[in-house]
């Protein structure tokens, strides 16, 4: 069955920190992975798509990991501000259809405190 | 920015009442979407359409129904709502690629926050 687990579910920093989001899908065949930032009351935002040949991608200072073999991606936020808050999710896409069939996880909201 | 607008943002209705909530997207895209999200939960998908006159059922088993008579417009009703059709529903835009070919960017809108009484 076609999964996208994140984790934690919820995460609190304080303002400068840096914090990791995890990822694990077991979606095949794999096309593309995303994460997507999520503001409260808002539609999803595309943060970084890695294809199954990349490793890592950077958007300013969030970084995204993908270990293909292993089905895991990370999403890496630095020097956190307030305005990081939000719900962040997993989006994995496979290459069975013309659809381009998305599965998305849960999400991890994370709450930056100053 | 992307350019895919929702409305109403919120609707509160009381049960029985026949809803419509509206998507327009000015990008030109082909592929429209309709996603059902509650709180702390994935999103699902309700419908989607590959261009004008085609409409299909998503994952999610819904009781509204979609059109398509225009590109940029993807409407979805309810004829009568129930406490149970609560939630937030998002709509999304891409454009419509070959199979095998990269899955594009879906654009999202902001949501419509429906709460039935």
């Known amino acids: 069955k076609n999964q996208v687990e994140q984790s934690p579910q919820s995460l609190i920093i304080l303002e400068g920190k840096n914090c990791t989001l995890q990822?694990?899908?077991?979606?095949?065949?794999?096309?593309?992975l995303r994460w997507y930032k999520q503001d409260t009351g808002r539609g999803p935002v595309s943060l970084t798509i890695m294809t199954f040949s990349e490793n890592t991608k950077s958007n300013g200072r969030y970084t995204a990991t993908l270990d293909a073999d292993t089905k895991q991606s990370s999403l890496h936020i630095t020097a956190s501000q307030l305005s990081d808050s939000a719900s962040y999710i997993c989006?994995?896409?496979?290459?069975?259809?013309?659809?381009?069939?998305?599965?998305f996880g849960r999400g991890t909201q994370l709450t930056v405190w100053p | 920015e992307a350019d895919i607008y929702q409305t109403p943002r919120y609707l509160v209705i009381g049960t029985g009442k026949k809803i419509t909530l509206e998507c327009s997207q000015t990008?030109?895209?082909?592929?429209m979407y309709w996603y059902q999200q509650d709180p702390g939960m994935e999103l699902h998908l309700i419908h989607y359409s590959y261009g004008v006159n085609s409409t299909e059922k998503g994952d999610l088993s819904s009781e509204s129904t979609v059109s398509r008579i225009r590109t940029e417009h993807f409407p979805l009703t309810l004829e009568s709502a129930r406490p149970s059709h609560t939630s937030q529903y998002l709509c999304?835009?891409?454009?419509?690629?070959?199979?095998?070919?990269?899955?594009?960017?879906?654009?999202f809108g902001p949501g419509t926050r429906l709460t039935v009484t």
């Open positions: 989006v994995v896409s496979d290459r069975g259809s013309t659809l381009g069939r998305l599965y």
């Open positions: 990008m030109g895209h082909d592929k």
């Open positions: 990822c694990n899908y077991t979606v095949s065949p794999f096309s593309n």
């Open positions: 999304a835009s891409s454009e419509y690629r070959r199979q095998g070919e990269s899955n594009d960017e879906q654009y």
